[in-house]
């Protein structure tokens, strides 16, 4: 049985109103919403792709592209904007010439903003797969990104 079975098996008789949970259960699983799996969640409820994707694209928490090696959490949370989160948001997204929800062409990184990550005391702050980074300015993220990728470089 594949993911997409498994989790349809557990919404039978499912209509439109199911469409939410079932692609939270479908991201959670994959990782992000593939086009097949659009698909296929729309054949199963009976609905079009694109009526599919006008939905999930009105919601943020939905990604259409697998994470990139980095994921880059970016905590727009209220300490964090107060200490200059956006900016660093805004600089990051420059650097990476991505946006929010997105992931670099090479795989390397992505980007997702999230909200409070519980460590208000070193806002700004960053979550790159599960280390933090804080007191952050936008123009230390140059440094960052490059011990990233070389890193990443080291073990490919
Ligand atoms: S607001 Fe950013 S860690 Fe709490």
Redesign the pocket.
């Known amino acids: 049985m594949t993911d997409l079975q498994f989790i349809f098996q557990r919404y039978p008789g499912a209509k439109r109103d199911a469409l939410i949970p079932i692609l939270q259960e479908v991201q959670d699983v994959q990782g992000y919403l593939s086009r097949d799996s659009v698909i296929a969640v729309g054949q199963y409820l009976g609905l079009p792709a694109s009526k599919v994707y006008g939905v999930a694209t009105f919601y943020n928490q939905f990604r259409f592209q697998p994470l990139g090696r980095y994921n880059i959490q970016v905590?727009r949370?209220?300490?964090?904007h107060v200490k200059g989160s956006l900016g660093v948001l805004e600089s990051l997204k420059r650097s990476l010439g991505i946006d929010a929800g997105q992931t670099t062409r090479d795989g390397l990184f992505s980007i997702e903003v999230v909200a409070?990550?519980?460590?208000?005391g070193l806002?700004p702050?960053l979550c790159i797969n599960g280390e933090f980074h804080g007191n952050l300015k936008p123009e230390s993220l140059g440094k960052l990104l490059s011990t990233l990728r070389k890193e990443a470089a080291a073990n490919a």
């Open positions: 905590c949370g209220t300490a964090c409070c990550l519980g460590a208000c806002a702050v």
